[in-house]
């Protein structure tokens, strides 16, 4: 039952919103009435027990059990709701908008799940952070407003602020779970003030703070508290990164202890971005995913020694299930959607699930089964839901058009059954699965790799373009001020040229003559020789002025001495090919420009051999065709080429 229990999920989309039953049917909850109009948004209780949605003009609460209506508030155009962790209290959220009488619109609204009356209403205008956080046995709420942290007793709202504490500056703050719970606050950076965060006791909340730390490079922060609340994990991040290293801004962790007795910066031996951390279910570690691409995934204790480095990976996502027992390493957004799976006690490689357009993921309370989503308007194309089973087959598909929610329904873990000492067996697949196996075609393996231009196809990969997993060399940043050395051009070269593609370090173009020695006349060929010839017309001057004084060199029409034309390099040398053509012209073709000229010439034969066979059939030709054919009588089989570029007559004796 508990298993059943755990595998119920939800989605909600354009036109469709609903709930679905565990393995290993995966059909929708019976009695579950979908609404006739698009819900707002959806949610569970912390404890899995209640469900809820909005509608443009009511919420509706259900038991999630069974999908049973227990509740509607006739409240319009809430935008968000949220449970408390006990289901107790729901809260609504609605946009602000200006009352006639000038007053100010609470639109931040608690009601009695059980009774729907409405307890208490606040003014929120920020959609972020906008609900109240409460401790895990609801005996404490808090809301941040402006600098005052005001605290309230869920159990006597009527009371109003039981307990108040003014922060200048906070910009968040965030309750920790567990039995003693505590307050951390973050203040930003600003005006050359350095940014910090401060942890409180909730219950000594105006006694000095618990642990404190300030730093520098912090205009936001995203905190993390571990499962027992005792310590915290602050990721902080610059608007801008000065260093000019990454577009994202400049990203640092820390970590802190509740007590006071431990805090640290989380140091990191690679350059680039933190893209994910996150705490295991034991509060004992914490996963980090970090560096330029291919980013490394390290896990570290409590006291932030490495245990183990899984290497570098294109990866930028990080989970723990539920358990502790599996780690989910994968790459999304921009990236593969390759998800590795990896045993916590053995830390070795389960299986790799390629789950390509992920934009949402999330283990199942069970920690057996991986729910990947394809949402909107992410992407608008290829919608669903897939459901992986943690040793690696897909086990449920569901495509939906327009998706913008999904997520397991949540079940304490004392509810949950043991994972076990080895890796579960998966089920056997759903129908739905089945029918999209028989209908589509095998799909053909694709060669692994990345892209490469038809000019660099056949070639070995420069290690500048390889990955650091995969032998390349490791990233060397430029800071935006240069180019990185040892550029690489995709025209290809001939053999041992460097990485323009040319032995001297010139560019070389695909069709392009080889270089020679002798350059070809450029545009500006008719001002060199003119300084090299007013050499030449002294020599020639003092030439003649040996034979006969007052003897004047000719000159032509360019004033150029015609001696020193004439005293040019000999006449290019003749080469004969006595070769059979080949059909296309060789291998190298796209290199040699005489191959080139042979494959041009070899076409023009071959149409005129195909004008003969006609003409021996009796057809009419034009009579274009007969000066072909009469051409190629004429000139028999010596051709003459001649080559431009490099200065050199070829005679092409044809077989």
């Not at 897939?386 to 939906?400: A, D, E, Y």
């Not at 060669?447 to 490791?474: C, S, V």
């Not at 020789?529 to 003649?544: L, Q, V």
């Amino acid at each position: 039952m508990a298993s059943q229990i755990s595998q119920q999920y939800a989605f909600r989309a354009q036109k469709s919103l609903g709930l679905v039953g565990g393995t290993p049917h995966y059909k929708p909850i019976p009695g579950f009435e979908v609404p006739d109009v698009a819900a707002r948004s959806y949610t569970y209780s912390a404890d899995g027990r209640l469900y809820a949605y909005t509608l443009p003009t009511v919420v509706r609460i259900f038991q999630a059990e069974g999908a049973h209506l227990l509740r509607e508030l006739q409240i319009p155009n809430v935008v968000e709701l949220n449970f408390s962790p006990r289901g107790t209290y729901v809260s609504t959220w609605e946009r602000p908008v200006k009352l006639e009488d000038g007053s100010q619109h609470k639109n931040l609204r608690v009601f009695s799940t059980s009774t729907g009356e409405e307890l208490i209403a606040f003014g929120q205008k920020s959609l972020e952070g906008w609900d109240l956080q409460y401790t895990i046995s609801e005996s404490h709420a808090v809301r941040l407003v402006g600098p005052d942290i005001q605290v309230y007793r869920p159990a006597e709202w009527s009371k109003g602020i039981v307990d108040k504490l003014k922060v200048e500056g906070a910009t968040s703050v965030t309750l920790s779970p567990g039995l003693n719970p505590s307050i951390a606050v973050f203040v930003a950076e600003k005006k050359g003030a350095p940014a910090s965060i401060k942890i409180y006791g909730l219950l000594t909340l105006n006694s000095p703070p618990t642990c404190q730390k300030t730093f520098f490079k912090a205009d936001r922060a995203q905190i993390k508290w571990n499962t027992l609340g005792t310590q915290v994990l602050l990721l902080t991040q610059t608007e801008v990164d000065n260093s000019n290293k990454s577009y994202y801004g400049e990203t640092m962790l820390y970590l802190l202890s509740s007590a006071g007795n431990f805090d640290c910066r989380v140091t990191l031996d690679k350059e680039g971005p933190i893209h994910d951390f996150t705490w295991s279910p034991n509060s004992k570690e914490f996963a980090v995913v970090y560096g330029f691409m291919p980013a490394k995934a390290v896990i570290f204790d409590h006291r932030v020694r490495s245990l183990h480095d899984f290497g570098a990976a294109p990866v930028n996502f990080v989970s723990f299930n539920p358990q502790g027992r599996l780690i989910a390493l994968a790459g999304f957004g921009n990236l593969a959607g390759k998800v590795d799976i990896f045993d916590r006690r053995t830390l070795t490689k389960v299986t790799t699930i390629d789950a390509p357009n992920t934009s949402f993921c999330e283990w199942s309370p069970d920690g057996r089964f991986l729910l990947t989503a394809t949402l909107s308007p992410r992407l608008r194309v290829d919608n669903g839901i897939k459901i992986w089973h943690c040793s690696g087959p897909l086990v449920h598909i569901q495509t939906t058009d327009e998706l913008y929610q999904a997520s397991w329904r949540p079940t304490p873990a004392e509810h949950v059954s043991q994972f076990g000492q080895n890796i579960p067996l998966s089920p056997a697949p759903s129908e739905a699965v089945m029918n999209i196996q028989s209908v589509s075609k095998p799909a053909t393996p694709k060669p692994a790799g990345a892209y490469r231009p038809p000019g660099a196809r056949g070639l070995a990969t420069p290690a500048i373009f390889k990955r650091e997993d995969e032998g390349g060399a490791p990233r060397m940043p430029t800071n935006g001020t240069s180019t990185p050395p040892g550029r690489y051009s995709r025209s290809p070269g001939p053999p041992g040229a460097n990485g323009n593609g040319n032995a001297n370090g010139k560019r070389h173009v695909p069709g392009a003559p080889p270089p020679s020695h002798s350059p070809s006349p450029g545009p500006d060929a008719d001002k060199k020789p003119r300084k090299r010839n007013k050499g030449a017309k002294k020599e020639g001057a003092a030439k003649e002025g040996g034979e006969g004084e007052g003897a004047v060199p000719k000159v032509n029409g360019n004033g150029i001495a015609k001696e020193a034309k004439e005293a040019k390099s000999p006449p290019p040398p003749e080469i004969v090919i006595e070769t059979e053509v080949p059909p296309g012209g060789g291998p190298d073709s796209a290199l040699d420009p005489t191959a080139k000229k042979v494959r041009n010439l070899n076409k023009k034969l071959k149409a005129i051999d195909e004008l003969k066979e006609k003409a021996k059939r009796g057809e009419r030709l034009e009579a274009t065709q007969l000066k072909k054919m009469e051409a190629r009588r004429r000139f028999g089989r010596s051709w003459l080429l001649w080559d431009s570029a490099s200065g050199t007559r070829y005679s092409l004796v044809l077989g």
